[in-house]
């Protein structure tokens, strides 16, 4: 497979690279290299490479902040994927892009399936749908993930700003109001790479959006104390923080987030016969990574670091 890979820093995109690589020709196109603020401008990138699959793991993803920038979250997220989708369509190659549970209103009572009515509740999920909907617009084959409260060891995310908060903070108050399922990278890279063959080889009527995200379902403050639990376990001597479970109205954001973020994931499991493990498994998974590696650097002398982060 030549395979075309936009994003090359992000979390998903971390993840997916090395498994990507296991499968063809990978060529990883950094934002440097691929402005998503410039959609007609990967066009030539397409073109130069000749994919058999685009992969697109760039996504503007700061909610509060697309609230005042709408113009720039509307062009990374919906008319960059268009123009994909369309170079997609001309040469016939698969377009993967990774989407949000963001795309609901958050007021159903059970998990999403992929046909339920849409209805963003803030300018990040309505910049996400729009790409969704500009994607099956073309016609092209492709696969729209949907994934949920994703978090790696690499990068800024929900878990590693806990684990580090509950060795410097007195106190943690996390809201309990919210629901859904952490999905790590490493998850999403797995699925994705497990995928890929079965499109290329037999499977030209799978297009269409799939949730992608681990089992089970957790909100914001029981996520947070599974965190918290794992460290105590791991790191007995350290003083840890306290735990307090507040609503959401405890916390004014710019943008409003959505109580039920929880997605089915049947469609994905049955179609193309993935496991998604419990979110508990992964998290822990992926604390002892991030706990690994901040060991590795505080036992470091400092005249041996380099100046890389970490």
Wanted: proline share 4%; with cysteine.
């Amino acid at each position: 497979m030549n395979i075309l890979l936009f994003g090359t820093t992000g979390q998903v995109a971390q993840s997916l690279l090395p498994r990507l690589q296991t499968l063809g020709e990978v060529t990883a196109l950094s934002r440097a290299a691929a402005d998503f603020s410039q959609p007609e401008s990967l066009r030539a990138c397409v073109r130069a490479c000749q994919p058999d699959i685009i992969v697109n793991a760039v996504a503007y993803t700061a909610v509060d902040r697309a609230e005042s920038e709408a113009e720039l979250a509307q062009q990374i997220n919906a008319s960059a994927p268009a123009v994909l989708a369309e170079e997609a369509h001309r040469t016939d190659a698969w377009l993967i892009h990774y989407s949000t549970d963001y795309v609901f209103d958050g007021r159903k009572a059970g998990a999403y399936v992929e046909d339920d009515p849409t209805g963003p509740i803030n300018v990040y999920g309505r910049s996400k749908l729009a790409g969704e909907q500009a994607i099956a617009a073309t016609g092209c084959k492709h696969l729209i993930l949907r994934t949920s409260w994703v978090y790696s060891a690499h990068g800024q995310n929900f878990l590693k700003t806990i684990a580090k908060r509950a060795r410097e903070l007195p106190e943690l108050r996390v809201i309990n109001d919210q629901f859904g399922a952490p999905t790590s990278s490493t998850l999403i890279a797995a699925v994705t790479a497990q995928i890929l063959p079965q499109l290329v080889r037999h499977d030209t009527g799978a297009s269409g959006v799939y949730h992608l995200v681990a089992g089970g379902k957790t909100n914001w403050h029981d996520y947070a104390a599974l965190i918290l639990e794992y460290l105590r376990t791991t790191q007995p001597h350290a003083q840890m923080a306290t735990l307090t479970a507040v609503d959401s109205t405890a916390y004014q954001t710019a943008a409003a987030r959505p109580a039920n973020s929880l997605l089915d994931t049947t469609k994905i499991r049955s179609r193309f016969g993935v496991a998604l493990p419990d979110w508990e498994d992964e998290v822990r998974a992926c604390l002892s990574e991030v706990c690994m590696a901040t060991e590795i650097v505080a036992s470091t002398p400092r005249s041996n670091r380099g100046s890389g982060s970490v």
